[in-house]
């Protein structure tokens, strides 16, 4: 974990009572957007005292966990990037105990398409590189293969990824510039070949596309071309 980073696990279970709140503020649509609250109704939510209600937002305020502005009528209210990650934590967690028979992967297909040419210059700089072959356990060929994800199945598999933890690789810098750190998910690439989905947390990209590496070029391995549809299995 880069320095700096929330210890999520660590967060979570340091809540208690106050998780409750912060998944009722979700649920109000504060983990998309700002919305307006009165204690009152927060605490005839969550069935305690609006006193309760109140000091629970003010600790997950100094958590770090939401942000909240005073108004007339009450407060407004949005998550942080940190508190969307604790629930998102405890989806992977709860999905995993409830649902045992669940494939311990996701399918995801999409269309082959040239990128921006970025993926060999992050793929090769050592502080990167280092930890895919220590992490992974391949050294990445210099550049990814990138899926335009098109059907809802994908889509959602891709979504759905955000919730799990992964396998990290931590941010650095390098020559004056800071390199942010990226998620990995182990995978198997049309049932054939072994490689990784990898999920910067900035990207030039949206949630509609996947980023693939290997231990070798994927488009010479498999003949593929610009619009050939790949199906790739996403390890969790």
């Known amino acids: 974990m880069s320095a700096g980073e929330p210890d999520i696990p660590k967060i979570r279970w340091s809540l208690g009572k106050m998780f409750f709140t912060l998944l009722a503020l979700a649920e109000l649509g504060a983990g998309s957007g700002e919305v307006e609250i009165t204690t009152a109704g927060l605490a005839k939510r969550i069935?305690?005292?609006?006193?309760?209600?109140s000091r629970h937002l003010i600790e997950l305020e100094k958590a770090g966990l939401i942000l909240?502005?005073?108004?007339?009528?009450?407060?407004?209210?949005?998550?942080?990037?940190?508190?969307?990650?604790?629930?998102?934590?405890?989806?992977?967690?709860?999905?995993?105990?409830l649902e045992p028979a669940a494939p311990p992967y996701l399918v995801i297909k999409g269309s082959v398409f040239t990128g921006l040419g970025e993926g060999a210059y992050y793929v090769t700089r050592p502080g990167y590189r280092r930890q895919f072959i220590e992490k992974l356990g391949f050294d990445p060929y210099p550049g990814t293969l990138n899926l335009r994800l098109m059907d809802e199945e994908s889509l959602r598999a891709r979504r759905e990824l955000d919730y799990y933890p992964g396998i990290e690789i931590q941010g650095?810098?390098?020559?004056?510039?800071?390199?942010?750190p990226v998620k990995c998910f182990k995978a198997l690439v049309e049932d054939r070949i072994e490689g990784a989905v990898v999920m910067a947390h900035r990207t030039h990209y949206g949630p509609s596309v996947i980023e693939i590496i290997a231990p070798v070029c994927l488009r010479e391995e498999l003949g593929l071309k610009d619009g050939?549809?790949?199906k790739v299995k996403v390890f969790l």
């Open 228 to 230: 050939d549809v790949v």
């Open 172 to 180: 650095f810098k390098a020559a004056g510039r800071t390199f942010g």
């Open 68 to 97: 909240r502005a005073v108004t007339r009528k009450g407060c407004r209210v949005r998550l942080t990037s940190s508190g969307v990650e604790v629930l998102k934590s405890v989806y992977a967690s709860l999905r995993r105990v």
């Open 47 to 53: 069935g305690c005292s609006q006193q309760t209600a």
